[in-house]
């Protein structure tokens, strides 16, 4: 159903990270967010591809899972009461008078004086392997994230792929499952190096299997409950590895979609950005991120957050054209709601 168009100062497209991270900026500057994403939950690549991995390299956390990052910059922006429209693909970038309008998959419309598109890398979503009847095992019995390991306790677990997602994984849950198959088609894998000695220990002491050079042929079962993966080698000969759930980890395909036709400048997947802004060649329309693309730009969350900080100074005179901005540190304004 779709929902009566909303006024706001920003709209910021994007839940992932850098997004979540631009309410609070901002919120700082006294600017109040809509936030738009596809995804049914806040937390764009680390919630849906990575949330129980360690990231390293965020200032001030020696260590901290992505999904424990998420919740702590929900937790930042939520004292400017930011109003998230989740589920939902922006699929319309148009100008209304003074107004940025936004049109989403279901129906709702957003008009924003200036628009963050904190996009990530677009939409994504897992390249899928080309097997008959495929989709009637997704999400009962072929998943290409783990969300809780926990579910893979005691299951006889098929992982396809030779990347970093594919070794972290059979590592993983070689603790939890009750087997583990690691299927790729060549017998050496891409992976991080320690990773791929970590997955050749745990081969040799018997706590998975590698099953090189094979490739998925077709799967087994009924009703959306997986019996047997059974693989191919280069020489047509089959085996049928006994397994109830299969993880295909062939990469990410990512789409720009929309973004695409909104009329902005674009670099291959990203959009053009003044690095002393982030604003693209559309005034008023900022873009941060993984998304945004300028000289050197390095995608990663912390640049993303600067970027943040950068695009909501830059949007300021546009939301406020009255107010003077006074730079002020957050030690001396404090936040809402916070002692
Ligand atoms: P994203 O996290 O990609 O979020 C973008 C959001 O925008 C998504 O939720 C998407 O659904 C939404 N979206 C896109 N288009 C639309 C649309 N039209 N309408 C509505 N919503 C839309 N980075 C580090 O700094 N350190 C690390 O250690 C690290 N480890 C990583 C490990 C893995 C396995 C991966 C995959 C990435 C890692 N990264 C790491 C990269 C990091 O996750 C990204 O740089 C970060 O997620 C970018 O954040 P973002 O908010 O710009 O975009």
Redesign the pocket.
């Known amino acids: 159903m779709s929902e009566a168009p909303v006024r706001t100062d920003v709209a910021i497209?994007?839940?992932?990270?850098?997004?979540?991270f631009a309410i609070f900026e901002c919120g700082m500057l006294k600017m109040h967010c809509h936030v738009?994403?596809?995804?049914e939950v806040?937390?764009?690549?680390?919630?849906?591809?990575?949330p129980e991995?360690p990231?390293?390299?965020?200032p001030g956390f020696p260590r901290v899972g992505?999904a424990e990052l998420i919740e702590q910059l929900l937790e930042q922006a939520a004292p400017f009461e930011p109003v998230y429209h989740m589920d939902?693909?922006?699929?319309k970038l148009e100008r209304n008078g003074e107004w940025w309008r936004l049109t989403?998959?279901r129906g709702s419309v957003v008009e924003a004086k200036a628009v963050i598109?904190?996009?990530?890398?677009?939409?994504?979503g897992p390249n899928r392997p080309p097997l008959e009847n495929l989709q009637s095992y997704e999400g009962q019995s072929v998943f290409y994230y783990v969300t809780k390991p926990e579910d893979f306790r005691d299951r006889s677990v098929v992982i396809a792929g030779g990347g970093?997602?594919a070794l972290?994984w059979s590592i993983l849950l070689a603790d939890i499952a009750r087997k583990v198959y690691v299927v790729h088609r060549r017998p050496k894998f891409r992976g991080a190096p320690d990773s791929v000695a970590k997955l050749h220990a745990l081969a040799e002491a018997g706590r998975i299997e590698l099953v090189v050079p094979y490739q998925l042929d077709r799967l087994e079962g009924q009703d959306g409950a997986l019996q047997a993966v059974i693989v191919r080698d280069f020489d047509d000969a089959e085996r049928r590895l006994e397994a109830d759930r299969l993880l295909p980890f062939f990469g990410?395909s990512m789409d720009?979609?929309?973004?695409r036709d909104w009329g902005l400048d674009l670099d291959r997947q990203a959009l053009t950005v003044d690095p002393f802004t982030c604003e693209t060649n559309l005034p008023g329309i900022h873009a941060?991120?993984?998304?945004?693309s300028y000289r050197n730009k390095l995608?990663?969350?912390?640049?993303?957050f600067s970027e943040a900080a950068t695009a909501a100074h830059a949007i300021h005179p546009r939301v406020h054209p009255d107010e003077e901005l006074h730079w002020e540190y957050s030690t001396t304004k404090g936040v809402p709601g916070k002692a």
Request: with cysteine.
């Open positions: 497209v994007g839940a992932g990270p850098v997004g979540l738009i994403d596809t995804l806040p937390g764009g690549q680390c919630a849906a591809l990575y991995k990231i390293y390299d965020i992505a939902q693909r922006v699929e989403t998959s598109l904190a996009a990530g890398v677009g939409a994504f970093d997602s972290d990410l720009l979609g929309p973004i941060i991120g993984d998304v945004a995608k990663l969350i912390l640049s993303g």
